[in-house]
């Protein structure tokens, strides 16, 4: 009997594990602003001072902001980061300045749709372009160069 009860305690302490592991997993956290002092989590430079799309990542439960895109995608394809990481956050460029994106306003970066390899700039020279729908990148691709990819097709600079 005394076994019986153990097991059925064991059972629901390992029941409760799991699901709160499947609620932890589930949780979705949403991009925040980046403010004038935010620094880059790649070369530690003021984020809102350059040019070009920003990225955002949730690394460990944690908002880590980048200046340039190709330093979010360099973070995120880092073997170290890749398990880490729970969430992608990107401008949308197509409806962004390119010189001043606006810091509170970002899209899903694994659904997004880059430009890699265009003639624009971002704050640490080529980044990639980033686009909510894949039109917009094409068309950004035909005006600026470079070829449409999707997250998992861009490799580490």
Known sequence: ?????IKNILTILF??????????????LQATMIDSGDECQV??????????PK????????????CSTRDMVSFYNDEENTHRVSQLFVHDMANNDWQQPNPS???DGGKAWYVDGSSKTGGMGPTFASFLHEEDAKKFAKEFGGKVKTLSQLSQP
Request: aromatic residues 6%; hydrophobic residues 50%.
């Open 43 to 52: 070369c530690g430079m003021l984020i809102n001072r350059l040019p070009g």
């Open 1 to 5: 009997m005394a076994k019986a009860i």
């Open 15 to 28: 029941c409760t594990l799991i699901a709160a592991c499947a609620m932890e997993e589930a949780e979705v």
């Open 105 to 107: 306003h970002f899209i």
């Open 55 to 66: 990225g955002q990542a949730i690394f460990d439960h944690q908002h880590v902001k980048f």
